[in-house]
């Protein structure tokens, strides 16, 4: 890279960030470091408020071979599990580093919420025609999920919200409305639920500190406990023969291995034909080809008691840069994460963080007081953790068959579902199901619980497909003009 590009990258992202900081050379550098050098996850993270019902499960010993690794018990993993063995009779093996779900999905805000106007307007800047396909994508996560939960009886929390975006800045409202207004006019349907409280319309009825609220946007979104749901549905999984879950085995090494590959973890080697990454922002650590354009973002979460509210609803905070979310609990507690842009490096220095075992004291106190700021009532934290979310430049998760290219191994047997940024409730299950389809065969499928019908090709956006040509085209400079 020419020095002039090099400057241009430096700049550009820093610029994109928005950091206002001077020392941008040598934060740029630290970053470009701390993104491009892979470390799996630590062994003692912070505690999640979901986890204080653990799932166990006792260690059994591994098996010499079996048809199908799954690497990571997350959504994604569970998704890519569920998928497939409804729909191939594969023996599948769940390997997972550290507790089962004890990565962001086990301490996650729980939202899931797809803000549509603003996905929708970034969508069409960057990928024209194609943003009504991704939008739709993302949409569909809701009922599907909300769907699969009824019909498997799982008890997660899952619930509708009544959801409102309240934004704290004159320039950040002014560009909401402009977004609704072209989301209403490009996708009309889609938009019908969303209604638009100018100024301090709506402060009154929805207890918003009118101080500080320039706007109110309210629209249908969900939420849950994403520990639950997942850990509930690996207990109806292991009721089947054909998978099983192994918690505190970390893979450490692929090999290739004849026509299959030699998977060694910390507690012995498995020999397996087909290999699935659904690590999110650790999948760096075993995909050399994907180094430094996927990563971690840690991000923080808080459960607040005390509020006084009545009814479920959740919120986002929109400032004038970065954003909060509330969500509201069966039994009145808040959910209240984000806070990412207030530590100490004005958020850059939360990218890269590969570890869950520790708090930004300054997010933690920040969203101590987000509540009482916003709105006119006072609440405690109760608990407070952190979590890596996994990134990509370009926003987009990365799903798919592997090229060798990539995982510098021999064969074709290596799949990704992963980089689901904060989002992964509407963006990961069916990027997991899809990579499950496509191990599974690319045919046409019936629409069943939590698997929709017809060819994969037909509702996966090729946006979303891993190849080496995107990830070469991937830049960290990328991720700063976006954000
Ligand atoms: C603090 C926080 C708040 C969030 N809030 C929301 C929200 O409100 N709404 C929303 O939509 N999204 C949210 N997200 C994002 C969402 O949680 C993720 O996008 C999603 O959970 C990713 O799921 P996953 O299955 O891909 O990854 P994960 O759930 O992270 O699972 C990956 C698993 O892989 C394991 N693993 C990694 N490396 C190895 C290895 N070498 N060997 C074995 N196992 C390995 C990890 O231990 C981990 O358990 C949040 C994320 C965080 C961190």
């Known amino acids: 890279m020419g020095l002039l590009t090099k400057l241009n990258h430096i700049y550009s992202?820093?610029?994109?960030?928005?950091?206002?900081?001077?020392?941008?050379?040598?934060?740029?550098n630290n970053l470009q470091s701390r993104i491009s050098t892979p470390t799996p996850p630590v062994s003692n993270p912070t505690h999640s408020h979901w986890?204080?019902?653990?799932?166990?499960?006792?260690?059994?010993?591994?098996?010499?071979?079996?048809?199908?690794?799954?690497?990571?018990?997350?959504?994604?993993?569970?998704s890519i599990a569920y998928t497939l063995l409804r729909k191939s009779q594969c023996n599948i093996l769940m390997l997972e580093a550290r507790d089962v779900c004890s990565g962001a999905t086990g301490r996650n805000g729980g939202h899931i919420k797809c803000s549509a106007y603003m996905e929708y307007c970034s969508f069409k800047d960057r990928f024209g025609e194609s943003a009504r396909h991704l939008l739709r994508?993302?949409?569909?996560?809701?009922?599907?999920?909300?769907?699969?939960?009824?019909?498997?009886?799982i008890e997660a929390?899952?619930?509708?919200v009544e959801t409102l975006d309240i934004f704290t800045d004159e320039k950040a409202w002014e560009d909401a409305k402009r977004m609704v207004h072209v989301f209403r006019t490009d996708m009309p349907e889609e938009a019908g639920?969303?209604?638009?409280?100018?100024?301090?319309?709506?402060?009154?009825?929805?207890?918003?500190?009118?101080?500080?609220?320039?706007?109110?946007?309210?629209?249908?979104?969900?939420?849950?406990?994403?520990?639950?749901?997942i850990t509930s549905l690996y207990g109806i999984l292991q009721q089947n023969d054909n998978f099983a879950i192994s918690p505190g085995t970390m893979v450490t090494q692929i090999n290739a291995n004849g026509d299959g590959y030699m998977v060694s973890t910390s507690r012995g080697q498995i020999k397996a034909v087909q290999v699935v990454h659904a690590t999110d922002g650790f999948a760096a650590t075993l995909i050399p080809g994907l180094e430094g354009k996927i990563f971690p973002v840690r991000g923080h979460v808080t459960v607040q008691s005390g509020c006084g509210f009545d009814g479920s609803r959740s919120w986002c905070i929109h400032h004038k840069r970065g954003f909060d979310y509330i969500s509201q609990r069966p039994g009145g507690e808040l959910v209240v994460g984000g806070g990412v842009i207030q530590s100490p490096g004005r958020g850059v220095d939360e990218f890269g963080v590969w570890r869950d075992d520790g708090l930004c004291y300054s997010i933690r106190a920040y969203l101590g007081g987000l509540v009482e700021t916003i709105f006119e009532t006072q609440t405690k934290v109760e608990q407070a953790w952190s979590g890596c979310m996994g990134f990509t430049p370009d926003l987009l998760p990365f799903v798919g068959r592997l090229?060798?290219?990539?995982?510098?191994?021999?064969?074709?047997?290596?799949?990704?579902?992963?980089?689901?940024?904060?989002?992964?409730?509407?963006?990961?299950?069916?990027?997991g199901v899809a990579v499950g389809l496509m191990i599974a065969g690319d045919e046409e499928y019936q629409d069943e619980a939590g698997i929709p019908g017809g060819r994969v090709k037909e509702w996966l956006p090729r946006e979303l497909i891993c190849s080496k040509e995107r990830v070469d085209r991937l830049s960290v400079s990328d991720l700063g003009v976006l954000l």
């Not at 992202?13 to 740029?28: R, V």
């Not at 799932?55 to 994604?76: A, K």
């Not at 090229?403 to 990027?431: C, D, H, N, P, Y």
């Open 13 to 28: 992202t820093l610029q994109a960030l928005k950091a206002e900081l001077t020392e941008s050379k040598t934060t740029f």
């Open 51 to 78: 986890q204080n019902d653990p799932f166990q499960i006792p260690p059994q010993p591994l098996p010499p071979s079996t048809d199908i690794i799954i690497i990571g018990s997350g959504i994604s993993g569970a």
């Open 137 to 153: 994508f993302q949409k569909r996560h809701m009922g599907l999920l909300l769907g699969l939960m009824g019909e498997l009886e």
């Open 157 to 160: 929390e899952a619930r509708e």
């Open 193 to 229: 639920d969303i209604v638009v409280f100018d100024g301090v319309d709506g402060c009154q009825e929805y207890r918003v500190n009118p101080e500080h609220c320039y706007g109110i946007i309210k629209y249908k979104a969900a939420a849950l406990s994403p520990y639950k749901f």
């Open 403 to 431: 090229e060798e290219s990539l995982t510098g191994r021999k064969g074709g047997g290596e799949w990704i579902s992963a980089g689901f940024q904060g989002e992964g409730m509407v963006l990961a299950w069916l990027s």
